[in-house]
């Protein structure tokens, strides 16, 4: 995110500052592969690592070490040998899991401890933990093939964990795992990393993935899912095979208790503070609730609803409507919450002898425009009116008439209007007066995603 001038970072900088309050002291999981070492990427990884600490965030980092076990295992002659996806692993093999686990941990470990005066790290000052934290078994016998010392995540330690988490320092584990008879195994890191995430109630877990971000059929990047909803893509087959086995991990984090996990490419610069300090991020967002969700507004939406149409009452969009008029008829109001900002809101108005509601205060915040939230709350405001049993709605506007002509209203005089509404039209605003009839439940007019409010 480039902040070229004093007042755009001013203006970052104060926007970001609600996710640096809501994020202080909370436990964040951090998967990542063994590749990220290997490239020139891992440094920034770091600082941003330090900084997260710095704010107060609670972290466990959980690396992979793939390309270094493979590279020590061809150097032995020995052949790489897979079954479902996961690594055999005889008594070379697991030499040479110990050999790479321990290099890469000595590798981060000394990373986290740069204090340089001219670096980001000057003063971090961070303390790195690491134990047999993790309580492992065999994965045994499948299909007729010994998996040898691979190994499952059997129990967290997640009481020792938190100590050394409350003492300030940062946890890293190792995709290893120990049994109470002194075993070691080979795990997967992103398992290490769920488990330890479900085990601690985390805030997060953030999945730092080697392939590029989930995407839709029509290629456009998939920034939120519930797990419902990704559980649906996976059967559909709309999600890449690669990345199948990240989004179910976020899915069982998510389902156990974890508020949220993000899926994240790690090759993007800055991508863990993007994800986390902007409201839209950059990566997939996994939830069990949605992040973006419509719903009837609450008294603790006025502000937000205030803030949103204010601009458009001061060019004269709407009619400038007092903060005591929308607390009245808060009721009538729906808005679209997005992480607890308001970005979108319409009303309902019922005027119950004609059994005519008029639609109003359609409104979305210029940064969510053209993606079809407004047709959304104007499909939502006629299901209500018809469950209300009207027989029409109304809508009055100056300048986005044809918005509604494209969505089946039709141009009507003043006297179509109730009663009492026309008691309240303004000629000197001279309004346009649209109208349309509810009989048919169809919602015609899809088209023309532009010019998201009246």
């Known amino acids: 995110m480039s902040q070229n001038t004093p007042t755009q970072f001013v203006r970052w900088f104060r926007d970001s500052s609600p996710y640096i ?3 202080h002291g909370k436990i964040f999981v951090v998967s990542f592969g063994g590749e990220t070492l290997a490239d020139g990427l891992f440094c920034n990884l770091v600082h941003d690592f330090a900084l997260l600490n710095s704010l107060g965030v609670k972290l466990v980092l959980v690396h992979g070490t793939r390309p270094q076990v493979e590279e020590r295992l061809q150097a032995r002659g020995a052949s790489l040998r897979y079954h479902q996806g996961l690594r055999l692993t005889d008594d070379d093999a697991l030499i040479c899991v ?13 990373l986290l401890s740069m204090g340089l005066a001219n670096s980001p790290m000057s003063g971090a000052g961070i303390r790195v933990a690491s134990g047999n934290f993790v309580v492992a078994k065999p994965l045994g016998v499948r299909d007729g093939i010994d998996f040898g010392h691979t190994g499952e995540v059997r129990r967290i330690n997640a009481d020792s964990i938190r100590q050394h988490l409350d003492a300030g320092n940062v946890v890293l584990l190792s995709p290893l795992g120990y049994s109470p008879t002194g075993e070691v195994f080979n795990l997967s890191a992103e398992e290490v990393a769920t488990a330890t995430a479900i085990a601690l109630g985390a805030h997060k877990l953030l999945l730092l993935m080697e392939q590029p971000l989930c995407r839709l059929a029509d290629q456009s990047p998939l920034r939120q899912v519930t797990t419902h909803e990704a559980h649906e893509l996976t059967a559909q087959g709309a999600i890449t095979e690669s990345l199948v086995p990240h989004v ?21 610069d800055g991508a863990i503070l993007l994800e986390l300090f902007t409201r839209d991020g950059i990566g997939t967002l996994v939830s069990e609730a949605p992040y973006e969700e419509m719903r009837p507004a609450r008294i603790s939406d006025v502000g937000g609803i ?12 709407l009619v400038s409507r007092s903060k005591e008029r929308l ?22 108005h019922v005027f119950p002898q004609e059994r005519t509601g008029e639609l109003a205060c359609l409104a ?45 209203f039709e141009s009507a005089p003043v006297d179509v209007l109730p009663s009492a509404r026309q008691l309240t039209y303004s000629p000197r605003r001279n309004s346009k007066v ?21």
């Open 98 to 110: 110990k050999e790479a686990a321990g290099t890469v941990r000595v590798d981060i470990e000394a």
């Open 364 to 408: 979305v915040h210029p940064g969510y425009r053209n993606e079809r939230r407004g047709e959304r709350l104007l499909q939502a405001v006629q299901e209500r009116a018809r469950s209300l049993q009207l027989k029409q709605i109304v809508a009055l506007t100056t300048r986005t008439s044809h918005w509604f002509l494209e969505r089946g």
């Open 21 to 23: 309050n809501a994020h």
């Open 327 to 348: 607390e009245i008829e808060i009721d009538d109001y729906l808005v679209i919450d997005r992480d607890g900002l308001v970005i979108g809101c319409s009303a309902l």
């Open 248 to 268: 179910l991990a976020a899915c069982e984090a998510c389902r156990a208790g974890v508020d949220r996990a993000h899926l994240l490419d790690r090759h993007i």
């Open 434 to 454: 649209l109208i349309k009839q509810l009989n048919d439940p169809s919602t015609p007019g899809e088209r023309g995603p532009r010019a998201e409010q009246p």
């Open 306 to 317: 205030l803030d949103l149409v204010g601009p458009l009452e001061k060019s004269g969009i």
